[in-house]
């Protein structure tokens, strides 16, 4: 199986994306106190990681 840089780019993509979600809902419905906003800004941290993710396919 050959793996190019887009697709390890794309795979990086859609596994911090699933991590970003993954940590917002954690922040969210699991831990409501003062700790939770601490999860939920590292997911959007990765969501915002893997947009540049997304943005530098084909151009790396």
Do not use: H, P, Q
């Not at 795979?11 to 993954?22: N, Q």
């Not at 922040?27 to 939770?36: I, T």
């Amino acid at each position: 199986m050959g793996m190019n840089k887009n697709t390890i780019l794309g795979w990086a993509t859609f596994i911090m994306i699933c991590m970003g979600f993954l940590l917002i809902g954690l922040g969210v419905f699991k831990y409501s106190e003062v700790s939770g906003w601490g999860f939920a800004a590292v997911g959007v941290g990765f969501l915002a990681n893997a947009w540049v993710f997304n943005a530098l396919k084909g151009r790396v």
